[in-house]
């Protein structure tokens, strides 16, 4: 199974140290722009989105294609294309989705209600925040790419495609179910979505282990961000109308 693929931990290290080190790079880029780049606060939002989404997702996809060449893999044999017949796998994408998003949206209006239980209203997303505001055709191609495309495959080969193999086969299944789902759901950084997100990773990661192929958590993923993304866009028509 592509689960128990015997990824090198000092290649799994190398990675991720050159992940932060692009977003360390990123976050130094995003404080220059604040100085020299547009003055709006819409505008520096937008700014900062495109700068996060280059370094990190996208320079982070360059150095998952060197991990997987260093272990002489292909992008195909590790999304599992050739494991199952790929017909088989987008319906258990979507079949999962059918039960995964609504209950993931469930969760979070209840997570919602309780933090303003505590407080006036619960943080929104940046991401959120940013698509909202953008009323550019060409800024909100950006972010649905980033949104659909860019970040499913990205956040699931690192979070599906190695670290949980890496520390399931370290000897630690629960460990890699439990601790991967956190992390993903903690990254995030709002405390509205660690909740629903750290459930939606757990059933990414059974979806994975049912299907053998990655292929599968990456379509789910990009199906319940294409929900959010057309939600974003509804309450941002809902709210240039008034």
């Known amino acids: 199974m592509l689960s128990e693929k015997p990824w090198r931990w000092d290649a799994i ?19 220059l ?24 997702q996208g320079a982070g996809l360059v150095f998952v294609h060197f991990f997987l060449k260093g272990h002489g ?16 796998v987008v319906i258990w994408a979507v079949a999962m989705s059918v039960f995964a998003i609504p209950a993931t949206i469930l969760l979070n ?18 991401v959120m925040i940013v698509l909202q505001e953008s ?29 949980y193999p890496a520390i399931k086969n370290a000897g630690y299944p629960t460990l890699a179910l439990a601790g991967t789902s956190l992390l ?3 990254i995030h950084a709002t405390l509205l ?10 059933m990414f990661a059974v979806l994975y282990e049912k299907t053998d192929s990655l ?9 319940f961000n294409a929900v959010n993304f057309a939600y974003a866009l509804w309450v941002a028509g809902k709210a240039t109308a008034i």
């Open 184 to 186: 993903f759901g903690a």
């Open 135 to 163: 009323n550019r055709l060409g800024e909100r191609i950006a972010l649905g790419f980033t949104a659909i495309v860019l970040a499913p495959v990205f956040e699931e080969s690192i979070f599906r495609g190695i670290l």
């Open 193 to 202: 979505t660690f909740l629903p997100l750290t459930f939606l990773a757990i």
């Open 215 to 223: 292929l599968a958590p990456i379509i789910s993923h990009s199906l």
């Open 73 to 88: 893999l292909r992008w195909g044999d590790f999304l599992g294309i050739r494991t199952r017949p790929v017909r088989w």
């Open 33 to 56: 722009f604040q100085q020299m780049g547009p003055e709006g606060e819409r505008e520096q939002r937008f700014m900062r989105f495109v700068v996060a989404a280059v370094t990190l």
């Open 109 to 126: 209006t209840f997570t919602a209600w309780l933090i303003s239980q505590f407080r006036e209203a619960p943080e929104q997303q940046a």
């Open 13 to 31: 290290l190398l990675l991720l140290a050159k992940i932060c080190m692009t977003l360390g790079i990123g976050f130094g880029l995003v404080e």
